[in-house]
Structure formats: structure tokens, C-alpha cells
């Protein structure tokens, strides 16, 4: 299982995440509340927001409480103030990893992760101290029941850079700036994605035994559970064998 893959990064743990939909839900409306505020609170003029909506759709939240969030971060009284901020640092194995938050006290996120860091025997670091090992990149995802021809075709016709098409569906690839603008071709024809956004892809990997990606995959846990983290990346790689063994 390569930690480049985004999806089946975070497959053995589908099981934990499903029991923590009140959490996933909280993170999905905080992106809805900055996407809004930063932008305007209408969809049809803020990919961001649009990209945001679709994605708590997808996970069943209801046009109210998505509707809600929406006036919530254009009202007047609106106090969050949420901020993006990346964190970057070592864990076991000398793994690299890095965090994605929203947060409205960075004080206090940044002494959250540099707990969890230290306690399974990585650090912190400063900013740009493990990008390097990353690519930039956006990807959006579709089921294998899209039929591939008709992905490529429209990808190509949309500016995607590239498209991977397997038994587990397709992956297209593109540019930051031509995101929104591919994702939105795809959804006038193919309908809402099973995934899309902005992700941090591995150029250099670390494989990992059993006892190593354990402890990997303890502290991607503890991180991800944080209200403020929306996304997690970490450039490990390890066996279908060791796959099978940590999600018995």
C-alpha cells in the first residue's frame, strides 16, 4: 500500500471514521464557514464553497445544516475566524509528514500536533522542512462504474493533465489552478465525484514493516482526530501483507 494514495491511505481506518461522523460532519462545515467567508456565500461564484458543498453531500449531511453554515459565516455576528495553516514534521521511522488545519488559535494547534509528534517519537518541524518530498497537485476521483473512454475523453476536453483508470475507478489529475474549472466539466457530465480536491503527493517514500507502520498509522490517527486538522499526507509505503495484518 503505497501513502501517496490518498484513498487507500485511509481504507484500513474506514471502519474508525464511520464511527466518528459527528467529527467528520464538524470539519466539513468548518471548510463550508471559511469557504463562504473568504469568498461569496453563493456557490454558483465560489468554487470553493461549491467544491465544499458537494463534498459534505457526499457524506449525507443535509442541505439545511449545509444552508445554515452558509449564513452562519456571512452573518454579521459571525465570530470564527479560521485560518489555514500547514504543519510539517517526522514521525516513526523517520516518516514525513504533513498537516492541513483550519484553525482560529494556532498556538493551540501547534501544541496539540507537537504533542502527538513527540509522543510517538517524531517531532515537529518548521514549515517547508519535508514539503520538498511532496508534489502539489489536484486530483478528482470517480467509480469504475464511469465508463473510462468517456472519463478520458472528457478530462482531456476539460485540461486535465492526466487520467488513471483502474478496477477501482478513475483518477484524474490536474493543476491547482485549473481544479475547479476540470472538477466542474466532470460534474455537468459524470455527476458529483466519489473525491476531489488539492493533495500533497510523496516524489520519495519510506516502506515500512508491521511494528513501524503500526506505530505510522497511530499517530495519523491521533492527528486526523483533531477537530482542527482537515487533512492528513505521509510518504510511507508498505505490503498488502502488513495491510492485512493491522486491519485484522
Not at 504543519?87 to 500536533?113: F, K, W
Not at 492527528?223 to 498488502?240: G, K, R
Given at each position: 500500500m503505497?501513502?501517496?494514495?490518498?484513498?487507500?491511505?485511509?481504507?484500513?481506518?474506514?471502519?474508525a471514521?464511520d464511527?466518528?461522523?459527528?467529527?467528520?460532519?464538524?470539519?466539513?462545515?468548518?471548510?463550508?464557514t471559511?469557504?463562504?467567508?473568504?469568498?461569496l456565500?453563493?456557490p454558483?461564484?465560489?468554487?470553493?464553497?461549491?467544491?465544499?458543498?458537494?463534498a459534505?453531500?457526499?457524506?449525507?449531511?443535509?442541505r439545511d445544516a449545509?444552508d445554515r453554515?452558509?449564513?452562519?459565516?456571512?452573518?454579521?455576528?459571525?465570530?470564527?475566524?479560521?485560518?489555514?495553516?500547514?504543519?510539517e514534521g517526522y514521525?516513526?521511522?523517520?516518516?514525513?509528514?504533513?498537516v492541513?488545519?483550519?484553525?482560529?488559535?494556532?498556538?493551540?494547534?501547534a501544541?496539540?500536533?507537537?504533542a502527538?509528534f513527540?509522543?510517538?517519537?517524531?517531532?515537529?518541524?518548521?514549515?517547508?522542512?519535508v514539503?520538498?518530498m511532496?508534489?502539489?497537485?489536484?486530483a478528482?476521483?470517480?467509480?469504475?462504474?464511469?465508463?473510462?473512454?468517456a472519463?478520458?475523453?472528457?478530462?482531456?476536453?476539460?485540461?486535465?493533465?492526466?487520467?488513471?483508470s483502474?478496477?477501482?475507478?478513475?483518477?484524474?489529475q490536474?493543476?491547482?489552478?485549473?481544479?475547479?474549472?476540470?472538477?466542474?466539466?466532470?460534474?455537468?457530465?459524470?455527476?458529483?465525484?466519489?473525491?476531489?480536491?488539492?493533495?500533497?503527493r510523496p516524489?520519495?517514500?519510506?516502506?515500512l514493516?508491521?511494528?513501524?507502520a503500526?506505530?505510522?498509522?497511530?499517530?495519523l490517527?491521533?492527528?486526523?482526530?483533531d477537530d482542527?486538522?482537515?487533512?492528513v499526507?505521509?510518504?510511507?509505503?508498505?505490503?498488502?501483507?502488513?495491510?492485512?495484518?493491522?486491519s485484522a
Amino acid at each position: 500500500m503505497a501513502g501517496h494514495s490518498h484513498a487507500k491511505n485511509i481504507m484500513h481506518r474506514k471502519g474508525a471514521q464511520d464511527a466518528k461522523r459527528a467529527r467528520i460532519y464538524a470539519k466539513l462545515i468548518r471548510e463550508i464557514t471559511v469557504a463562504a467567508k473568504e469568498g461569496l456565500p453563493d456557490p454558483n461564484f465560489n468554487p470553493r464553497l461549491r467544491a465544499g458543498i458537494g463534498a459534505a453531500l457526499k457524506q449525507n449531511m443535509t442541505r439545511d445544516a449545509i444552508d445554515r453554515a452558509i449564513k452562519k459565516a456571512a452573518g454579521a455576528g459571525a465570530q470564527e475566524n479560521y485560518e489555514s495553516v500547514r504543519y510539517e514534521g517526522y514521525g516513526p521511522a523517520g516518516v514525513a509528514v504533513i498537516v492541513e488545519a483550519l484553525t482560529d488559535n494556532r498556538n493551540r494547534t501547534a501544541s496539540v500536533l507537537r504533542a502527538a509528534f513527540n509522543k510517538s517519537g517524531g517531532a515537529l518541524g518548521e514549515m517547508n522542512s519535508v514539503a520538498f518530498m511532496f508534489n502539489r497537485l489536484a486530483a478528482i476521483r470517480y467509480p469504475a462504474s464511469v465508463d473510462a473512454d468517456a472519463m478520458l475523453e472528457a478530462a482531456i476536453e476539460a485540461g486535465a493533465d492526466e487520467v488513471v483508470s483502474d478496477a477501482d475507478g478513475h483518477e484524474v489529475q490536474t493543476t491547482i489552478d485549473n481544479f475547479f474549472s476540470v472538477r466542474d466539466a466532470l460534474v455537468q457530465k459524470f455527476g458529483e465525484p466519489a473525491e476531489a480536491g488539492i493533495e500533497w503527493r510523496p516524489n520519495m517514500s519510506v516502506n515500512l514493516d508491521e511494528d513501524k507502520a503500526a506505530s505510522v498509522l497511530k499517530l495519523l490517527d491521533i492527528l486526523e482526530d483533531d477537530d482542527d486538522v482537515q487533512n492528513v499526507y505521509a510518504n510511507f509505503e508498505m505490503s498488502e501483507d502488513v495491510l492485512a495484518k493491522l486491519s485484522a
